[in-house]
């Protein structure tokens, strides 16, 4: 006999539509969906992820939902959507209809879960007061360039004074 577990909290996620950061993104959804959450997946078309693998999650497209556009090149895509604030539009639709008809099922949306690179999403998430977290899919070495540039700024390597004379590290 199978019994269905009611989930209260509905945790939406919002990664890049790129392996490196589509795949943590859904394991960390499978983790959070085994403490009792409720997950719904928000992509884009290009380079969706494959749906039948996440029975238990909910899927919806947003951004490139036009069935008469061509696929995204990588550029196009990141010009029209990762470095334009219009996605933040189409986010903000998608979010407030989640968020309503979450309260009206009963199932809050407890948080919205993005990649880094949607720069748009946080003043999307601040616009609902809706809490936001974001998930870093980068590598070490990346993160350890990250986690220095405030000691490199410290030390003047980003002023644009010209008159401090700079030496080699």
Excluded at 46 to 58: K, L, V
């Amino acid at each position: 006999m199978e019994t269905t577990v009611r989930r209260h909290r509905r945790i939406i996620m919002f990664p890049l539509p790129f392996q490196g950061h589509i795949n943590p993104m859904l394991q960390l959804a499978n983790l959070l969906y085994s403490k009792g959450f409720s997950i719904t997946i928000l992509h884009t078309n290009f380079n969706a992820p494959r749906i039948s693998n996440y029975p238990h999650f909910t899927f919806k497209s947003i951004l490139d939902n036009d069935p008469e556009k061509r696929r995204f090149e990588l550029a196009e895509f990141s010009k029209d959507f990762i470095h334009n604030q219009d996605g933040g539009d189409a986010l903000r639709h998608e979010l407030r209809l989640l968020v309503a008809s979450g309260l009206e099922e009963n199932e809050r949306v407890s948080c919205l879960i993005t990649d880094s690179y949607w720069h748009f999403a946080q003043a999307v998430a601040d616009s609902l007061n809706l809490p936001r977290l974001v998930l870093r899919t980068m590598g070490l070495f990346c993160t350890a360039v990250f986690s220095s540039i405030p000691l490199l700024d410290a030390r003047g390597y980003f002023t644009l004074d010209d008159s401090r004379k700079r030496t080699r590290c």
